[in-house]
């Protein structure tokens, strides 16, 4: 069990500010918070209905535009706090760019029940299990905040 | 164990030609073929270094390309040949895509061990299991082929 800091729920709750902005937007309720290993601070959103682009998560989001604002270098050992547990597709990005540790409000068990299909079953740290550079997972941290967001989304969907 | 027709190593092939191609331009020796359920075919390379992108995967460069040019409807029911097989980044983004079929042709267990680190260990078919959607994944297929063009591009590198 992870304790978590007033500076974790911070960083984790502009994540679930960027799911409530996507929404606004038109697309789907997700957000994440970069926190690089000296301090900067990027937040991105889900964009895949508007860019057209299914691979617009707000992991995958975040990882292109760190690198094309900060640089690459930004995500190298850098912590990402994400409003949903990180998919297959997202925990790879992350992995790929560097990233040390990953936090998550809401489960993947959470995200399939409340969001329903389609989605994929394994979990951020069974996707990293056995990479060859260690990424730590935490969480869930403010699970009911984030959930909210995406119960409301389901409602009025 | 599958049984492949000359379509299928046709397919492939110009994937792994895609992949050299990739090295030439400056990147990692990985190509894509996408075969959409209408018979459209759109091939894609990795772009991760020229583009600074560490998400410019050749299956998530197809994704995008494919979802540009084609439409995102050509992705929904495709088959997918790749060079190596997909990680957990483009396993998912394939999924996310509604591509229906994957064949690839250096197992991950290959790609690892000669391209050594950094790596992930998840095999494609583990990243899809039991996901709200059934996705089709064979190979290998022309393994020595592709394994050829990774092996070069470690020597050279």
Redesign the interface.
Known sequence: MSTFTTQDEHYMRLAIEASREAVAEGNFPYGATLVSADGKVHVSRNN?VTS????G?AE?VL??EV??TLG?QA?VGATVYASGEP???????M???GVAHIVYAMPTRVI?AVG???????KTA????????AVRVDGPLLEEEATAVLRDFMTKK
Chains 1, 2 share one sequence.
């Open positions: 895949q057209g682009d299914c691979t998560h995958v990882v292109r690198a094309q690459a995500l998919c297959a597709m997202c925990s790879g990005a992995f790929w760019a399939n329903g299909a389609p989605y994929l079953q394994p069974e996707v990293l299990a056995g990479a060859s550079r």
